[in-house]
């Protein structure tokens, strides 16, 4: 039986967490970005397929890294059909939309119908502010030759002070978190996120219990559960996986940050993941699955799911 934590990360420097454009950036971060991360971290081929191992086997599991406000959790807003009693009301309809998170205290509420929209996403602008850093770059060779820079704009999001981003990880055994915590506090220093050259994406973490509202919730899988994490069915599970459930797809690509892989920046093969939110009622157990190309070893993409429940 799994035992699960949260862990807060606090953010020192602002963070660039890529959505696809250089010029702006993500405030939360999915679970295969995590992983990949602290998959980077190891440093060593071993300790890489340790994780996986881990990952496959249901030794650990993650959720994606989701915001919090003070000692306020936020999730996903789980992908149900809501009825509340005012449905022609086309301004709090705008602000339904719009909400992408609620507070964990809040899920009964939410889907009763009765959550304020309009006051939840006044509360999420206290998270923090996107921005934008100019930085400059030297890939054009006449302007090396005379010692100017090309400008460049770099997407970044500011936390405030007591706000930050918080993920869920169960682990089997003391082993598998103890091995997870030091790959994770060796991240900290590093920073998650891109342009961590430039001192991007750096944290503090702490680790606390489960709240008690959501014990008994998270990693079941009875009547009606959600996604805390991106994740995708092996393919005997998903035609199962999709009988009445309600989800969005995402495209998930990116580069592949290894020096022996191949000579030249590849890319990983783009995927296709359940957005955390969605919502099932036949349970799937995802994988790590492979999307190298042609390169020198395997690159994983982790897809497992992290199950909450909602109903």
């Not at 190891?42 to 191992?53: R, S």
């Not at 915001?67 to 709090?92: A, Q």
């Not at 103890?178 to 944290?203: A, N």
Request: proline content about 3%; glycine content about 8%; hydrophobic content about 35%.
């Amino acid at each position: 039986m799994m035992d699960y934590f949260v862990y807060k990360m606090y953010f020192s420097t602002p963070v660039h967490i890529g959505n696809g454009t250089l010029a702006s950036s993500e405030n939360t971060i999915m679970a295969d970005t995590l992983f990949s991360a602290l998959c980077c971290e190891t440093g060593n081929q071993k300790d890489i397929d340790k994780m996986v191992y881990m990952a496959k086997n249901k030794e650990f599991i993650l959720s994606d890294a989701m915001p919090f406000i003070g000692d306020e959790l936020y999730i996903p807003k789980p992908m149900l059909v809501i009825k509340t009693e005012n449905e022609g009301n086309s301004i709090l309809k705008k602000a339904f939309k719009k909400l992408k998170y609620i507070p964990v205290s809040s899920i009964d509420t939410y889907i009763k119908g009765n959550i304020d929209p309009l006051e939840q996403n006044q509360k999420m602008k206290l998270l923090g502010k996107y921005g934008t850093r100019t930085m400059s770059s030297s890939i054009d060779e006449e302007k090396m030759k005379t010692g100017d820079m090309l400008p460049f704009h770099v997407g970044i999001y500011h936390f405030t002070e007591e706000s930050g981003l918080y993920f869920f990880a169960g682990f089997e055994n003391d082993e598998q978190k103890q091995f997870f915590e030091k790959l994770f506090l060796s991240l900290s220093y590093t920073g998650i996120g891109g342009k961590r050259s430039s001192g991007f994406g750096k944290f503090d973490f702490c680790v606390e219990d489960i709240p008690s509202n959501i014990k008994n919730r998270i990693g079941v899988c009875k009547n009606q559960f959600m996604t805390l994490s991106v994740s995708m069915a092996q393919q005997n599970e998903l035609e199962k996986s999709l009988q009445n459930a309600r989800y969005l797809l995402t495209k998930r690509s990116g580069f592949i940050f290894s020096e022996t892989y191949a000579q030249t920046m590849r890319k990983k093969k783009d995927f296709y993941c359940f957005k955390s939110g969605s919502c099932f009622t036949n349970a799937f157990q995802g994988d790590v699955f492979d999307v190298s190309g042609n390169g020198n070893h395997k690159v994983y993409r982790y897809a497992i799911p992290l199950f909450m429940e909602v109903e």
